[in-house]
Every structure is written in structure tokens, then in C-alpha cells.
């Protein structure tokens, strides 16, 4: 584009997935941090400041932080110039998350490009964009001289020998172990043939199995004994020598698995350097291949891979033909002629005064903005955990070593990690965390009696024969986390195992908490596995006796579960509310919505704020009521259950409770007295009658630290509805 339009200046703003970000090169003038949500408003205020034209978003599901990306939308409705958005991918099948982020990114694009009619065709039908508005660029590729590949093939010690290649980052979606079931068919009437693996393995599968999936293509080259004839390029190589790679290549083989593939970079490249190609039919291969510029052949089969090889080696004229179309076609695709197209497109974005309404620096009352929340610190929870799990007290910010370790408290800190983990905040230490909490929670469990043990001496000696009900069913819920919502396989497969083993015992359960908390991870564990009919059938169950509880004891003026309000109250409302609406039961939905709005009103003190229950006492009907002392359990209770309140009924009034709920550890309560510490990261164990419990235990800063993840997340989700905040 510079060298068309040698007037026009350019810079790049990246997104940094890595902390520090990366050595960039001048052309980088701003950078955003991946998951940090003001760095993308800063950069759109950077960006106004500047003056610049035209913002060109390259758009991909997994590059900005938030739910699907949403993110990148906080830049966008800030921005005052036009907005052109490539998507490297359009997808069939949206989640509700991924059409929201969606359709707010297709209304505030000035210009939609896309890369094959494939995608402009999807874009229309699934996403309802305006035909009118949607440009096809290909993928931009180098321009490769249209040569012998045997020019090439000296440098990699292939002379005389035919190269079939495959080129990208590699991953067990790339379908290369087809390849290599072919070979012993191919080299059996080509002996000469090499097969070249070049790409690095792709980060992300680095962090999650490590190097697994390429040592076993080796192993597999191994057994089909044709490791003579594999050579793999464990790196990433720079374009000159891609190219080179590319040039050597005799035909370029693509065995993706994944049919929802729209565009792909590596088989643009070759194909656009006029290699004959073989490809599964995924869609960018389905589109570019037509008309005898390449070979399709089905997805995870071997054999028609060796039959279409080796028909192409045996007929040279017709191999050469295909590379002939493929290079024709390839002339529209490389880079100033892309360039031209883009520059097409800025130029008509900007006439175009279709704009959506933009202002630099719009100011927004504070019934529009987000609040912001407190750092989500882990200082103090690193200070009060070690090898074995996380301590249960503390004398002020110091671990208290004789009171040991409680189940209860490490099942609190696993869900944070898992909670860390989907907010990407922290996930060296989150996964450190859940490591930890995880096998806790694994030696608590008594494979014997089918519980958990609850109370661990700092010598690493259980002092119970048993847990408390409670315990049991907070280490269930958990679980159901770590199944339902954790990104890693081998936490997903551990707590499966575990919840499997400890679910039936709840049944013979009298705790009403014990119920909810196991229904709340029962619901969790369903996300991932809903066809478990044995945790179908317990949920039912719990449900059951929570609604009888509520029938027999609830009157008008006091609709409540027990006669007594005590601790963790909101727990059981938040489980109705959560199972009520789950299972599609209305009753049972509304029972619980019922019961929190009275139990929010209650706790309500005349000034407006949350004044929890005291544990001095709580609160038994017709009789006193304890005003301290005052747990941060409780506030957090009261957040959770009115988040999930308000996801289920979207009555803005649900979110200021919480948000009332959560002001309570910044200082809004009976005191005027933070419970939370910013020095520390750790949160006081009470709120008493003249002052805060200086002690930072286990239980308060979860509840705290819980707090702010949970608001978090809703903010996140949020910026995806574009919806006010109060």
C-alpha cells in the first residue's frame, strides 16, 4: 500500500498476550494489554489524539480480552473515524457471546472484508450483514516466481528427490498423521518422495500437552517405517525462507480436520506461488481448488491421500496444469495488488458518512459507566498458602500455622483459580493455585466413607473422621467448577472423577446449605456434562427439598427457607434461582428470586447499605436480631446470588444490590470502615461493633478476592451487551 500510495503513513497498534508484550518494530505506536480493559480505551483515545483516518481492525475470535473478544467493542464505540474489519473468520455457528461481540462489530464497521465469497455469503446469512457494506479481498501472499522446485531443493539436501510439504504451526486439528499413514502407499511406487513438516507447535498447545502431539507423528513416522522419508522443522522460519521452503515443494499437501475453516494463510502462500495441492475440503480450500487448481480429498483419509499423490507424481502434465491455474489465479492475490484493494476500501469507508455517531472523548455519568472495581491482588492469598494448601487463619497478614488447613477454604480457592483462569487474569499463579487446591481437595477425599475430611493439622494429619455436610457439598461445588468451567483437560478429568465419586452421598444430606451448595455445582458440572443422569437425578432431588423447606416454613412476612436467618443466607435462594431457570421449572425460579429480594430488603439498613446478619447471635424469627459481628462470607453471598439474579431477569436493580453487596468491603457499612486491605490484598475476618477483626483469614479473603472476580465477569459480559452499569 506505501508503494501505491507512497502519501499515506501507517502504524500498527498489537494486541500483547504475554506480559511486556514483545520487541516490536517502529511501525508499533500503542499497545494493549490483552486482558485489561482500559488499555483499549486508552488506545482509542490514542488513536483519536492522532487524528488517524481510518482504523483497520484485524479481526479473529481468541486475539482481545473478554468474553469472544468484547474487548476490542470498548475501542471501537469510542472511535470517531471510520472503521474497516477484516475477519479471518466467519463462523457458522455462533455462541450467544460470539453473536453479540458480532453484530456490534458488524455496526460499527464503516467496511467489512472478508477473504473468499464464501465468507461474504455467511456474513450475510448468518450475521444478517448489509451486502452493501462487505468487501472480498483474498489473503494477501508474497509474489514467488513461478519456478522449478528442483532450483530450490539442493540447500535442504533434497536434490533428486520428490518434496511433498506441510507448513504452519502445528496442532493435533492439522490432520498431519494422515499424511504420514499415506506415506508407506505413496514411497512404495516413489520411493524418492521426502515429506516436510515445517512449523513450530502452536503455543497454546505447547502450554496444554507440551510437545505431545509431535512426538507422536514421530513415533507414528517410526512405525510405519518412514522416518527415511520425514524430515520435521521444529521452528519458525522468517518469509525469505519460507519461500525458499515453499519453492522446493513439488505439492503441498493441507490434511486439515476442521471443516470451518473460512480463510487460511498457509495454503494461500502456496497455492499463490502455483504449487499443485492436495487439500481436505475445508471452506477456503473448497473455494480456492475449483476448476482444476487443485485435488480435494476427504477429511482423516489416508488412502485418498496416497491415491491422489500419487495420481499427480504419475501424471506430470496434468500436475503442471493445476500449478499453471493456481499461479493465474495467485496474480490477484499478492500484496500490492491487495494493497490496492484495501486502499479501495478505506477511501470509500471514508466517503461514505455512514458512520455510527463517534466522539473522542465522551463523558459518561455514573449510571453509564462501568464501576471500577479493585486490583484483584493475590499478594496476601500467596502469602497464605504453600505446598500442602491454603492456611485457615491468620494472625493479621501473617499465616497462623496451628490452626492448619480446611477443605472448605481450599475448595473456595480452587473456584477462584478457575474463575482467574476465565477472566485470564494471573494464570501462571491461578494455575499454580488450582494445582494446589486441586490435590488438596483430592487427599480430603475418603475413598472409604465416600466423604471429605474437612480440618488438616499443620503436620499433615486429618483431625476429623468426617467433614461437616457443608464441607462436602463446597468441595462438590468445586468440582462441578473445575469440570464445567476450567480450561484445562487434566483439572476437568480430576474433578470429574472426584464429583462422580462424591455426589451420591448428598441425598442422605439434612444441611439446606449443603443442598444448595451441591445443587450450584451441580449446575456447573452440567455445563460440561449434561447428560449425566445420575446428577440429573440428584439435582431434581435437592430441588425438591429445598421447595418443600421453603413451603413448610415460609409465611408473608417472612418468606424464607429455615426460621432462622444464619450464614451463607443468599446460598440458598442463588440455588433455586440457578436450578429454577436451568431445568426450565418457573416455580421454582420465581421461589428463589422471592426469597433474595426479601433477604436483600432485610439486610438493607436505613441509610441504604448492606448490613448483613450478625454471627453473634443471627437472626431467628420474632426474636433479636444480631448486627454483628458481620462476615465478609456474607457479602459475598449476597453479591453472588444478585449477579446471577440479574443474568437470569436482566432487572438492573438485581445489579445494584450487588453492587451494594460488594461496596461493603470498600467501606460502605455500618462502620464506614474498610474491610478489605489494599496494602495487603487481604481482606479483616469480621466487622465488630467497634471496629474491623484486623485478621486476614482464608475464608474473608476468598470471599473478598471471589467478590471481585464475579463483578468482573459480569462487567465483562456487559461490555457485550453494551448495556449501562450502575
Excluded at 489524539?49 to 479473529?60: F, K, L, M, R, T
Excluded at 448489509?130 to 532450483?151: E, L, M, R, S, T
Excluded at 478489605?676 to 461493633?689: E, F, I, M, N, W
Amino acid at each position: 500500500m506505501a508503494a501505491e500510495h507512497p502519501q499515506s503513513q501507517c502504524f500498527a497498534v498489537p494486541v500483547n498476550d504475554i506480559p511486556g508484550g514483545y520487541a516490536y518494530p517502529g511501525a508499533v505506536r500503542f499497545e494493549i494489554e490483552e486482558q485489561d480493559l482500559p488499555s483499549y480505551q486508552r488506545a482509542a483515545d490514542f488513536l483519536n489524539i492522532g487524528n488517524a483516518d481510518i482504523v483497520c481492525v484485524q479481526h479473529e475470535f481468541g486475539i482481545f480480552g473478554g468474553p469472544a473478544g468484547s474487548h476490542l467493542l470498548a475501542l471501537l464505540r469510542e472511535l470517531k473515524m471510520p472503521v474497516v474489519t477484516t475477519l479471518h473468520t466467519v463462523l457458522l455457528e455462533l455462541n450467544p457471546d460470539q453473536r453479540r461481540v458480532m453484530q456490534e462489530l458488524i455496526a460499527r464497521s464503516t467496511r467489512l472484508v472478508v477473504m473468499t465469497e464464501r465468507g461474504r455469503q455467511m456474513l450475510q446469512d448468518v450475521c444478517h450483514a448489509p451486502p452493501a457494506k462487505i468487501d472480498v479481498i483474498h489473503h494477501g501472499i508474497p509474489d514467488i516466481p513461478f519456478v522449478d522446485p528442483n532450483y530450490y531443493k539442493d540447500q535442504f539436501g533434497v536434490e533428486g528427490r520428490v518434496v511433498l510439504l506441510t507448513f504452519g504451526l502445528l496442532s493435533p486439528n492439522k490432520g498431519i498423521e494422515h499424511v504420514l499413514n499415506a506415506l508407506p502407499s505413496i514411497l512404495s511406487e516413489f520411493p524418492d518422495v521426502v515429506y516436510i513438516v515445517l512449523g513450530a507447535t502452536h503455543p497454546n498447545e505447547i502450554r496444554e500437552q507440551g510437545e505431545a502431539y509431535r512426538l507422536s507423528l514421530e513415533r507414528l513416522a517410526k512405525k510405519n517405517k518412514v522416518e527415511k522419508n520425514v524430515i520435521f522443522y521444529n521452528r519458525f522460519v522468517e518469509l525469505d525462507e519460507l519461500k525458499e521452503f515453499i519453492g522446493a515443494a513439488d505439492i503441498y499437501i493441507t490434511p486439515y480436520l476442521n471443516e470451518a475453516q473460512i480463510t487460511s494463510g498457509t495454503l494461500a502462500y502456496t497455492f499463490g506461488a502455483g504449487k499443485a495441492v492436495v487439500s481436505t475440503p475445508y471452506w477456503h480450500a473448497v473455494e480456492l481448488l475449483a476448476e482444476e487448481r487443485g485435488v480435494l480429498v476427504p477429511f482423516g483419509d489416508a488412502q485418498a491421500i496416497a491415491r491422489e499423490v500419487t495420481g499427480l507424481l504419475r501424471d506430470e502434465t496434468r500436475r503442471h496444469a493445476m500449478r499453471k491455474n493456481a499461479y493465474k489465479l495467485g496474480r490477484d492475490m499478492v500484496w500490492n495488488n491487495v494493497a490496492r484493494l484495501y486502499m479501495r476500501s478505506f477511501e470509500q469507508a471514508r466517503l461514505e458518512k455512514a458512520v455510527l455517531s463517534r466522539k473522542s472523548f465522551a463523558t459518561k455519568t455514573l449510571d453509564q459507566a462501568p464501576r471500577a472495581l479493585p486490583e484483584l491482588r493475590l499478594d496476601h492469598l500467596s502469602r497464605m498458602t504453600d505446598s500442602t494448601g491454603i492456611f485457615q487463619h491468620a494472625i493479621f497478614s501473617v499465616p497462623n500455622f496451628s490452626e492448619g488447613y480446611c477443605t472448605d477454604d481450599n475448595a473456595r480457592a480452587f473456584i477462584l483459580a478457575v474463575l482467574l483462569d476465565e477472566l485470564q487474569q494471573e494464570p501462571q499463579q491461578a494455575r499454580r493455585l488450582a494445582t494446589t487446591c486441586a490435590a488438596f481437595l483430592n487427599h480430603a477425599f475418603d475413598v472409604k466413607t465416600k466423604r471429605f475430611h474437612n480440618h488438616l493439622s499443620f503436620d499433615r494429619r486429618w483431625l476429623d473422621e468426617s467433614g461437616s455436610e457443608d464441607c462436602h457439598a463446597r468441595a462438590l461445588w468445586a468440582l462441578g467448577l473445575g469440570v464445567g468451567r476450567s480450561p484445562h483437560r487434566s483439572f476437568q478429568v480430576m474433578a470429574g472423577h472426584l464429583f462422580a465419586q462424591a455426589l451420591p452421598v448428598v441425598t442422605s444430606f439434612t444441611s439446606p446449605r449443603a443442598w444448595a451448595f451441591s445443587l450450584i455445582g451441580i449446575h456447573e458440572y452440567l455445563r460440561r456434562l449434561s447428560g449425566d443422569c445420575a446428577a440429573e437425578q440428584v439435582r431434581e432431588a435437592l430441588i425438591e427439598r429445598l421447595m418443600g423447606l421453603y413451603d413448610r416454613t415460609a409465611q408473608p412476612d417472612w418468606p424464607w427457607f429455615e426460621e432462622e436467618l444464619a450464614y451463607d443466607n443468599a446460598k440458598l435462594a442463588h440455588a433455586l434461582i440457578l436450578s429454577g431457570r436451568a431445568t426450565g421449572q418457573p416455580a421454582v425460579f420465581e421461589r428463589g428470586l422471592e426469597a433474595l429480594r426479601w433477604l436483600a430488603e432485610v439486610q438493607t439498613s436505613e441509610n441504604g447499605h448492606l448490613r448483613p446478619i450478625g454471627s453473634n447471635g443471627f437472626y431467628r424469627r420474632g426474636g433479636p436480631r444480631a448486627h454483628f459481628d458481620q462476615q465478609p462470607i456474607e457479602a459475598h453471598s449476597m453479591a453472588s446470588a444478585c449477579l446471577e439474579a440479574y443474568r437470569a431477569t436482566s432487572d438492573l436493580w438485581w445489579h445494584e444490590q450487588a453492587q451494594r453487596a460488594f461496596d461493603w468491603f470498600l467501606g460502605w457499612n455500618d462502620l464506614g470502615l474498610e474491610v478489605y486491605s489494599p496494602s495487603t490484598g487481604g481482606c479483616r475476618d469480621a466487622l465488630h461493633v467497634d471496629r474491623v477483626n484486623r485478621n486476614q483469614g482464608a475464608e474473608s479473603t476468598l470471599a473478598f478476592l471471589l467478590s471481585v472476580a464475579e463483578m468482573q465477569l459480569m462487567q465483562n459480559a456487559l461490555t457485550v451487551f453494551n448495556q449501562p452499569v450502575s
